[in-house]
């Protein structure tokens, strides 16, 4: 059974960081790109980051381009995402996605499709407000 779980959400101040954790079970994480996404309120989820299992990460978002960085240990089934300069529109759900049906396995795609993925944490809270 495919499982993701995001961790590490919370409260931070405007120009502050915070570190979320996706941890994996069910596929092989070096066989699979995983993807950030967040839901701002009355906004429509959006992907910003991929984690690549072949080839470079790659970014969706120029808002989050050099604020936030992925990776990933693919021996503990995790992935990882930094935020750095933390804004209040960053304020949003986060999660970590994947297709079990094998959609990303060559690496983070060119262009992103939601209805690609078809496996889902079950979101972490991130917000930022001083």
């Known amino acids: 059974q495919v499982q993701l779980v995001e961790s590490g959400g919370g409260l931070a101040q405007p120009g502050g960081s915070l570190s979320l954790s996706c941890a994996v079970s069910?596929?092989?994480?070096?066989?699979?790109?995983i993807v950030w996404f967040r839901q701002a309120p009355g906004k429509e989820r959006e992907g910003f980051v991929c984690?690549?299992?072949?080839?470079?990460?790659?970014y969706y978002s120029d808002s989050v381009k050099g604020r936030f960085t992925t990776s990933r240990d693919n021996r503990k089934n995790m992935v990882y995402l930094q935020m750095h300069s933390l804004k209040p529109e960053d304020t949003a759900v986060y999660y970590c996605?994947?297709?079990?049906?094998?959609?990303?396995?060559?690496?983070?795609?060119?262009?992103?499709?939601?209805?690609?993925?078809?496996?889902w944490g079950q979101g972490t809270q991130v917000t930022v407000s001083s």
């Open positions: 996605a994947t297709s079990a049906a094998g959609a990303v396995i060559g690496g983070c795609p060119l262009y992103l499709q939601e209805a690609d993925f078809d496996s």
């Open positions: 069910g596929f092989t994480l070096y066989q699979t790109a």
């Open positions: 984690s690549s299992n072949s080839g470079p990460d790659r």
